[in-house]
């Protein structure tokens, strides 16, 4: 009985090596067939390969993770708005001109508005109007419906308005010069001479010639333009204070800035800036939207005000 063992074991073996020889055989017939249809496929046109490239491109910035990265750049470096053609809202724009959806650019735009708002609002605090009519349609393509370009739009609209009474001013300050200079050098009358007296019977004196004309000349010379007044509150409603802030004992504030109308209603509230941030801005927005003021005038009649306030929550 010992014998057959090793027999055995030698069949197994042939038997395997068999089966590997079979299939080294059919793989190398597997690559040999990959081979020729290789070979057998005929090379494309060079109008199809070139067909196959890219389909659009706009300057060495085309692509759109080049955009992102230059945008980026332009924010590390604070250049938000300016210079024209080199800033960080102006990159972003150019990303969602190719990619209409992309993310990352919408985001970043969102996130960005407040500052560039803040930067534009500086713009126009330098008197470079043309400048600042720029960068407000900057950010109108950014976000047409934000409620911050209103109050940009109406305070650069203030200081043209400044500027334009002041060239006036300058104006009608030069055209009376002329005049007054004129009126000094004109020559003094010669006295004539003295008339022969004649005896004259008295007369009473009336006052009341004399005193009109004095009183109409003080009336005119007190006349004055009237002065610009700002917005004064009337009513005031106080935030409530979040369940969850008074929960954990958070105190805080709120920048908040809007618009009194002329009827002394609130309009455009927004957040400014708060600490800690998105935990009282709800509270704070909903109080100031229901306060009431008297309208600020601008040359004696109701004109519409930028006001800004901060609202604390302490507890």
Do not use: C
């Amino acid at each position: 009985m010992p014998a057959p063992r090793p027999r055995r074991a030698e069949g197994a073996t042939r038997y395997a090596l068999l089966i590997v020889l079979v299939l080294l055989a059919g793989a190398g017939g597997v690559v040999a067939w990959i081979l020729k249809a290789n070979r057998d496929v005929p090379a494309l046109p060079a109008a199809t390969v070139a067909e196959s490239g890219e389909i659009h491109r706009d300057g060495p910035y085309a692509d759109v993770t080049r955009l992102l990265l230059q945008a980026r750049h332009a924010v590390a470096q604070q250049r938000l708005l300016a210079p024209e053609g080199d800033n960080a809202v102006e990159w972003y724009l150019r990303v969602l001109k190719q990619e209409p959806r992309n993310q990352a650019a919408q985001d970043a735009l969102r996130e960005l508005f407040p500052f560039a708002a803040t930067a534009a609002e500086q713009t126009i605090g330098q008197g470079n109007a043309a400048e600042a009519q720029r960068q407000i349609d900057l950010l109108s393509r950014a976000d047409p419906t934000n409620y911050t370009l209103t109050m940009l739009r109406a305070k650069l609209q203030a200081q043209l308005q400044v500027a334009d009474d002041q060239r006036r001013r300058e104006e009608l300050a030069q055209a009376a010069s002329p005049k007054a200079s004129s009126h000094l050098a004109a020559p003094s009358p010669v006295a004539a001479p003295p008339a022969p007296s004649v005896p004259v019977a008295p007369v009473p004196l009336d006052p009341a010639p004399d005193a009109r004309p004095v009183a109409a000349a003080a009336k005119e010379t007190h006349v004055s333009a009237p002065a610009s007044t700002s917005p004064v509150l009337k009513r005031r409603v106080e935030p409530y204070y979040p369940a969850d802030a008074r929960r954990t004992r958070r105190q805080g504030w709120v920048d908040v800035r809007f618009v009194v109308e002329t009827d002394g209603s609130v309009s455009h509230a927004g957040v400014v800036d708060a600490d800690p941030r998105n935990v009282f801005d709800r509270a704070a927005l909903s109080a100031v939207e229901r306060w009431q003021f008297a309208p600020g005038t601008r040359d004696g009649a109701p004109a519409p005000m930028e006001v800004r306030q901060r609202i604390d929550f302490r507890l």
